[in-house]
């Protein structure tokens, strides 16, 4: 019986058992935040920001972040449509209204045309989302932001390594978000992280993120109520591990994308991640969408992978169509113009893309699917 192959999973040494072991044994009371602060250090160091605060998740990044910079009712707030929910669901938690843009397909994510597209006068702000490792032109994208004076929330939890003109992903915008949930490039089990250069974000963030107390306070004096959003150190510590190897972590990703590609370098109606100029993606996950013409059900298309020992994914289907947005205005809207998150959703899925991935079970995945696609012609 051949190995089943995961859909994701980490990449794990000796290193990050190690950490956590010391952390587990000492990162108590007045070492408590060692880990964290060189964890948090490290990532700022790598990706190019001036402050970096460690968050249980990704999810309460992107929260503090629109509530540090006072997004609320009545506020409109710009998300795409193609994306994990976790992009959209803080703008519900803070009171305002998530405004379903479309996607570009040459990026797979909202570009400068279609954020205008749905800019009124209650627009705030844009989370624009870094898909699957690929990124929007931020230049055009935050000079239109700018233009409107949006607040802009980069949510590159998808995307940690990759680079647009040479710049990190997680440096754009106002501030940004990390995930470090285990299905990531670098994980800590559950984990994120909201990056700025921004000091008064900064500092909105590291009170709201403590229940309203500034830091250092030793008082237990709390200045407004707010949310208990904080990383412990064991996390951190297997974190610090992770992104002292990020380097190799996301080379692993881009081996995994070339492989990928020669397997499918000759089948026609097969589209793999974009690569627009300018950008040097991670490929957090290998995605691949089909032409309309070769009539693939992604829905059997994964049953079949199943039945052959293979992990996938449905690529991410738009928020729009979601039961969860049953009867929004907004859904209603983005249904009828949303013509690339539509065609582009419902048409591919996420190959397996753990880093413990070999060439031989990329091409057992590649000829699966291809006996898939092609086979049932013949
Ligand atoms: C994973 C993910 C998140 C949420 O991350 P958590 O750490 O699980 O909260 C947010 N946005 C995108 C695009 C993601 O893929």
């Not at 707010?226 to 190897?245: D, E, H, N």
């Not at 009828?336 to 582009?344: C, S, V, W």
Request: aromatic fraction near 10%.
């Amino acid at each position: 019986m051949t190995e089943r192959i995961p859909v994701a999973g980490p990449w794990i040494t000796d290193l990050e058992v190690e950490y956590a072991a010391d952390a587990a044994r000492n990162g108590w009371y007045s070492s408590a935040s060692d880990y964290l602060t060189r964890f948090e250090a490290a990532v700022a160091a790598y990706v190019g920001t001036d402050f970096a605060v460690a968050v249980p998740h990704c999810t309460a990044a992107l929260h503090l972040g629109l509530a540090a910079a006072d997004i609320g009712p009545g506020d409109e707030v710009v998300v795409p449509d193609l994306t994990w929910i976790a992009s959209a669901a803080p703008v519900t938690y803070v009171g305002a209204t998530p405004v379903f843009a479309d996607v570009d397909p040459e990026t797979w994510c909202i570009g400068a045309e279609s954020l205008q597209a749905v800019v009124t006068s209650r627009t705030r702000a844009c989370i624009p989302v870094d898909l699957y490792g690929s990124m929007p032109d931020m230049d055009l994208l935050l000079a239109t932001a700018e233009r409107y004076e949006l607040f802009v929330l980069e949510d590159a939890a998808e995307a940690i390594g990759s680079k647009f003109r040479g710049r990190q992903a997680g440096s754009f915008g106002h501030a940004s978000a990390l995930s470090f949930h285990g299905s990531k490039t670098v994980v800590t089990g559950e984990g994120g992280m909201l990056l700025t250069s921004d000091e008064h974000i900064h500092g909105r963030v590291m009170r709201l993120r403590d229940h309203g107390r500034s830091p250092g306070d030793r008082l237990f004096v709390n200045e407004e109520v707010a949310f208990k959003y904080r990383m412990s150190p064991v996390q951190a510590a297997i974190g610090l591990a992770q992104i002292t190897r990020v380097a190799e972590l996301v080379e692993r990703k881009r081996l995994l994308f070339r492989w990928y590609t020669e397997e499918f370098v000759d089948t026609p109606g097969v589209t793999l991640n974009p690569q627009p100029e300018g950008l040097e993606p991670s490929f957090w996950m290998t995605t691949c969408i089909f032409d309309a013409e070769l009539g693939v059900s992604t829905e059997d298309l994964i049953r079949f992978l199943d039945g052959a020992g293979i992990d996938s994914r449905p690529f991410f289907r738009p928020l729009s169509s979601l039961p969860a947005y049953d009867g929004d205005p907004q859904a209603i809207l983005a249904r009828r113009r949303n013509i690339n998150a539509y065609r582009i959703g419902i048409s591919g899925i996420n190959l397996p893309s753990a880093g413990s991935l070999t060439r031989d079970q990329v091409h057992r995945v590649a000829e699966a699917v291809k006996h898939f696609i092609y086979g049932r012609h013949r």
